[in-house]
């Protein structure tokens, strides 16, 4: 017999008015669910609890006790800067964004270990009118005040102009030598270049145009005078000064053909939506694979979402707070918007193509990560990552001003004990 659950959801509205109300009690079959991914348009759903995730989470206990400790590659942590806010739809999530916060959680994450941070860009939230800070102006500002921490910046071609994102970028790594770096992200939300007048392109357009943009920014960033005849952007003997001391990083998304391409061509780092280790090695050797054929190395970056307390039972009793308070129709909304990323491609793998409501709780797939647990459960799993060919976790936490402190105390450390040499 398949076994059903009933779940009983309470929606609370939340200060900033994300939430609309109550869910009423409702049997949902869990094998079903299982299957059930959100680009057949079956958005009527409710947000499903932790039950529902167990498919995706693989608990990590389960991996201690069949395998024991594993060995670890050593690899690097970043976190999400909060510019834009939380980053689960869930009333419990109060992140501060303003940029005090963002500054504060920055210096605690220097001290904690984390090499890297995302300053996320969104003009328009998916979720409403909420405020947030823009990419570009919150990255410098956090330049000036933080030492060692490599920094980041979301940009999306056709909002932002190569050539002023080139400027920007020189300006910040004089700043900070050494320590700007870029995501480029083609973009799946159409709503936000319909509000600032930009024309919405095909999917594989619009990474023709994000590859252009790299190319434009690599140009101004290496050479004395540089001049681009592109079909979306063109650059007449244009130069800057100064320029960066040393090549600034370029990272980007991506999950269909199209954004695979250009990474191999293009990119330095590969992000990845969240995923269970088996799901991640075959991506990363995949596409490991294409860029040995164009003779290139690319890195691995993965997104996370992070529950690590003194215990199991504390964190999932974190997690069970945070499904049951999570705000169902921001939910939907962000799986409207985001469904389209999938099914827009030739090839339907898009980055959310196989996303379900439960795992969009948090929208880049970050529980199915699985990292949830006791400190040294989570560090097994992030060995296991490792393991999978992950060059660095892009971590997600509740309260960043605390857990970020305990993730760089507790977890890192058993990290880097069980590591080995990077291959």
């Known amino acids: ?139 410098a500002a956090i330049a000036a005040g933080t030492e060692r921490l490599k920094l980041v910046t979301a940009v999306h071609p056709g909002l932002w102009h190569p050539g002023v994102v080139a400027k920007i970028g020189a300006t910040i790594d004089h700043i900070a030598p050494g320590r700007f770096a870029v995501n480029v992200v083609s973009g799946w939300f159409r709503r936000e270049f319909h509000a600032f007048g930009e024309p919405w392109l095909d999917h594989d357009e619009r990474y023709r145009r994000s590859a252009e943009f790299i190319e434009v920014l690599r140009g101004l960033w290496g050479t004395d005078e540089f001049t681009y005849r592109g079909d979306f952007y063109r650059i007449n003997e244009a130069w800057l000064a100064p320029r960066p001391a040393t090549m600034p990083e370029v990272f980007q998304g991506g999950n269909s053909t199209a954004a695979r391409e250009m990474a191999v061509r293009l990119s330095d780092w ?52 945070i499904m049951r308070h999570a705000n169902a129709d921001a939910v939907r909304a962000f799986a409207s918007h985001a469904q389209g990323a999938g099914a827009s491609t030739k090839d339907r793998i898009g980055m959310w193509a196989q ?50 402190p305990a993730f760089g105390e507790h977890v890192i450390p058993l990290v880097r004990a069980a590591g080995g040499p990077m291959v």
């Open 1 to 139: 017999m398949r076994s059903k659950w009933i779940m009983a959801c309470t929606i609370q509205r939340s200060r900033r008015g994300r939430a609309a109300g109550p869910v009423d009690l409702v049997a949902l079959d869990l094998e079903q669910h299982r299957g059930d991914a959100f680009g057949d348009g079956r958005l009527d759903r409710p947000v499903p609890s932790r039950r529902s995730l167990q498919h995706v989470l693989s608990p990590v206990t389960a991996s201690v006790r069949r395998r024991g400790r594993i060995p670890c590659r050593l690899m690097e942590f970043a976190y999400w800067a909060p510019n834009l806010g939380g980053l689960v739809f869930s009333s419990v999530d109060e992140t501060d964004w303003s940029f005090a916060s963002n500054l504060a959680v920055a210096r605690a994450a220097e001290q904690a270990g984390f090499a890297y941070t995302l300053i996320a860009a969104r003009f328009i939230l998916t979720s409403g009118r909420g405020e947030h800070l823009e990419s570009l102006t919150t990255t």
């Open 270 to 321: 590969y992000f990845m939506n969240g995923a269970e280790p088996a799901k991640v090695r075959a991506q990363v050797a995949e596409v490991r694979e294409l860029a040995g054929a164009a003779g290139r190395r690319l890195r691995f970056a993965l997104n996370g979402y992070v529950i690590a307390r003194e215990t199991e039972a504390e964190a999932e009793a974190v997690l069970d707070r």
């Open 355 to 404: 996303s379900d409501l439960a795992s969009l709780v948090q929208p880049n797939d970050g529980l199915r990560t699985g990292l949830i647990g006791s400190y040294a459960q989570v560090a097994e799993r992030i060995c296991e990552l490792g393991d999978a060919g992950v060059d660095c976790l892009l971590c997600g936490f509740l309260d960043m001003p605390a857990e970020i």
